[in-house]
């Protein structure tokens, strides 16, 4: 009896919480204001002069073999970096979730550090490492490697800063991960690489996805810490957003307008998805 | 963070092997430090290649001085305008349900999905001379592009929802059982906003504006599209880093990339202690 009355009261005050707080209108007044001002109308105002631009024109701007090599390199990179970042990104949620390690703490915090180093200073360090007299690269260029200015170091300087997504994303599932499922699955005989592979990759699959469409997003669009490194050489070191700057820089606001729009719906595209996978994620979660 | 807390621990059945533990580890350590940590100790390495005078004359040539003042007035304007708008757009969309509502939010995540450097041409496209507004603005000249204002417009840009995003999760998962308490013993929205959400709020706060901070002191690629690169004039750090860099005056850009360096290290250190005293209450 007192049950239900007090559901009862519960939900009358659901329906009314909605009405209750004031400033629902200054804060959407503000919102909107800010978003639109700084947001959508530069938004909108790329893609007005994208899509008044002759069609010809557009192609032109995108598919010349400039842009062509800009784009596959651009993709190229960032895809092969969100694959090193999805997979020692999970090596490293791993380690931090389940292994107790001297120095474990610093690694944690080292792992946040492509976050909060700005770019520029991350691009002239990688350069200074992997440049044939630098650190690694005096190493690797002996056994006739060339890692500085070549595509390979594109693929560096964007696994740096793609590197914190993929562990941010998989370690919270990890540490939710209930270890009675880990334990049923050994006392039933399971190998713990069986183990990991039916019970443990299933559980943290999104979560890895997620992770690598978000590295992979970032890499693409990265800018600073890549032109140190990659030496800006036309069709072959010139990332996209390398050769709209080159563009803007010579006053071709066309074919910069042009590869921009794609590049803009490229990520549009992948942050839907993004918003899919942990919408699916987060059902699934509840449903479990 | 999760310095503080526990390992996983599993029943012994269910471990890997010793060696398969210490391997794993092993990678583990050696894929940050080569990509994380080597990178930190080459930047301090390099600015101090040649001992401390050229380090402490490089950090303080006038041109630097006026980086660093220039930077920190672009933080100074920008900061505060994104963390009023995170504090506006978390209880919007945290303490309402409205039609639109999600569109919103993917639509406040959209300035993180786009490269600095579009977010830099949007503003050319508006301000330049061929732009929307730019023969409105040379008519009444004003100059935003190359200049000041342009470069916080663009830093404003890429770190939009710095801020919010902190807070509009910490918020949902709040609740608005103690704001609706509040206003039924009779506060006003603003005394509830004063008195008990920021309160609530205050790490999540603290947190989202030394992050937006360290992004907008640190932004290169949209800052460099809006500067026109005039030296003492539109010249940030990052961008002061550059010139040096590529004028093969590696002490000079190293040195000053210590500042940035240093920047990111309190901002991750600060970030963590916060964490920590976050989780402790």
Redesign the interface.
Known sequence: MTLASSARTRRRLTIRRRGMLPGFNLSLAIVTFYLSALVLIPIAVLTWRASAMPAAELWAAVSGPRARAAFALSLGAAGTAALVNALFGFIVAWVLVRYEFPGRSLLDTLVDLPFALPTAVAGIALTAIWAESGWVGRHLSAAGIQVAYTPIGVTVALIFVGLPFVVRTVEPVLRELDPVLEEAAAVLGASRLRTFLQVILPATAPALGTGFSLAFARALGEYGSVVFISGNMPLRTEIVPLLIVTRLEQFDYAGAIGIAAVMLLVSFVLLLLGNLLQAQRRRRHEGA | ?????P?????P?????LA??LL??A???A??S???????I??FT?ALADGAGPYWAALQSPETWSAIKLTLRVAAVVVP?NT??GI??A??VA????VGRSV?V??????F??????AG??????FGK???LGSWLSAHQIQILFAVPGLM?AT??VT?AMVARELISVMEAQG?SE??AA?TLGA??WQ??RHVTLPKLRWSLLTGVI?CN?RA?????AV??VSGHIRGMTNT???H??IL?NEYN?VG??AV?TL??L???V??LV??LVHASGSRE
Request: aromatic share 12%; hydrophobic share 65%.
């Open positions: 963070m999760t310095g503080a807390s390992v996983h621990r599993l029943a059945i269910a471990r890997e092997p398969v533990r794993l580890t990678v583990a350590v894929f940050i080569l990509f994380v940590l080597l990178p930190l080459m930047v390099c305008l009023l708008f506006a757009a209880w919007l303490r309402y349900d409205f919103l993917t639509l406040i995540d959209l300035p999905s786009v490269s600095p450097v579009i041409l949007l503003f050319v496209l508006l061929s732009g929307l417009v404003a840009f939009f608005p704001e609706e206003l006003s929205g509830v906003l992050l360290a002191m640190g932004e290169f690629g460099s599209v750090l990052p961008l880093v550059e860099f590696f850009a190293f990339a940035l360096a920047l990111g290290l901002t991750l970030k963590r």
